[in-house]
């Protein structure tokens, strides 16, 4: 398939993945069509054999959110916000959550509104030093969504989630990660590099591993202790009997590197 608002790459030799939001004229704001190709290209990447995705944008933004030319404003034909957000952001963030692979963001840029909080929903965020975030929603009268109300207070703790929500105030990159709302802070030349190192490291790995304990950790911020030991103990006896599992004890005895599948 070709696309026109996101860039698709592979590398076959490392197995990785990387998607370019590519509207820079418009720091890479969602429209419908946009979203139509992205999950087109996420359907690509679970069935062209990667291992690891990269997300990034184009320009000097990674995401600025929704873009408001794409809604209509017409009085009586308003667009319905959830309709929008059910159609389109909740699918999105659902899918990028249980990819059955590890997903960075390579924050290059602003990422505001819904953007910030789809980098949020990547499984490590990397950012450029000159990055921010934004949760803009309340500058125009609306509350945070794609998961903002959810990362947020998870990752930064209920006063400092209330006051990015109510403030809309800019994060910077460097405070985002001192508050641990993402991994890493990198200088701007070196992330695209930073980030296809991790992410190629990253598909070495045992992927079918990394995919139970993205659905572990997950799981564990909404059940109880006795329903994660045991979720813990399923996941470990399905792990348990994986091409992997048997390969990594294997390549420890052997005092080598071991060969993941993903299997």
């Known amino acids: 398939m070709s696309y026109e608002a996101i860039r ?12 370019t939001l590519n509207r820079p004229d418009k720091l ?7 979203h139509e190709e992205l999950a087109a290209a996420l359907g690509e990447v679970e069935t062209n054999g990667a291992r690891a995705l990269v997300l990034t944008g184009s320009g000097r933004g990674f995401c600025a959110g929704q873009d408001l030319a794409d809604l209509d404003f017409t009085p009586g034909a308003m667009t319905d916000l959830g309709e929008l957000i059910d159609a389109h952001f909740n699918p999105l963030i659902r899918r990028l959550q249980s990819l059955p692979l590890p997903v960075i963001a390579a924050v290059n840029g602003t990422a505001a509104g819904a953007g910030a909080n789809l980098a949020l929903a990547c499984d490590i965020v990397l950012a450029a030093r000159s990055a921010s975030f934004i949760q803009a929603f ?6 945070p969504d794609s998961g903002g109300t ?5 990752r930064v703790g209920m006063a400092r989630a209330m006051g990015l929500a109510i403030t809309g105030d800019k994060l910077s990159a460097e405070k985002a990660e001192s508050w641990g709302l993402i991994w890493q802070t990198v200088d701007d030349q070196e992330l695209a590099e930073a980030a296809a ?7 070495q790995q045992p992927t079918r591993a990394i995919a139970a304990i993205k659905q572990a950790m997950r799981a564990g911020t909404t059940q109880t202790l006795d329903e994660q030991l ?6 470990q006896r399905e792990l348990g009997a994986s091409h992997d599992y048997a390969e990594g004890v294997q390549a420890f005895v052997e005092k080598r590197a071991p060969r993941f599948e993903g299997r």
């Open 138 to 143: 309340v500058k125009i009268g609306l509350v």
């Open 230 to 235: 045991d979720l813990e103990r399923d996941l």
């Open 28 to 34: 890479n704001s969602f429209t419908r069509a946009m």
């Open 150 to 154: 959810w990362f947020l207070p998870q």
């Open 197 to 203: 190192r991790l992410a190629a490291q990253l598909a």
């Open 8 to 19: 698709l790459e592979f590398d076959e030799s490392s197995r990785v993945a990387t998607i």
